[in-house]
């Protein structure tokens, strides 16, 4: 299962479409095998859902994202879990391997 997490300083950033970097992050009989860290393409409406599904991105971790990005994640059968505050890529997703991950509301206000 291929994972991506919007990173801002090495910790979850709130707000999707702010991130500096993606953390993408491979796992395997529930195990981390590879993450790297992408930078995005310039920020377009739009244009992040496309790039992580060319990625193969199959889970999305955010804090809070637009509701068109959401959008174009569900058409293209990807994950979204919104609403985690902190954590680094690893710690979210172990936690979300383990049934443990802290989701709430969209921290994302557009």
Excluded: W
Excluded at 24 to 29: G, I
């Amino acid at each position: 299962m291929k994972f991506a997490i919007p990173m801002l300083n090495g910790q979850i950033t709130a707000h999707f479409g702010h991130c500096e970097k993606f953390a993408v992050v491979e796992t395997k009989d529930n195990q981390v095998i590879n993450e790297e860290m992408l930078t995005p393409p310039v920020h377009q409406p739009g244009v992040y859902p496309r790039f992580l599904a060319d990625q193969g991105v199959e889970v999305i971790i955010a804090g809070g994202m637009g509701q068109q990005a959401q959008n174009l994640f569900a058409q293209n059968n990807i994950k979204v879990y919104m609403g985690v505050a902190s954590g680094t890529s690893k710690e979210l997703v172990e936690n979300y391997l383990n049934n443990q991950l802290d989701t709430g509301d969209n921290l994302c206000t557009h």
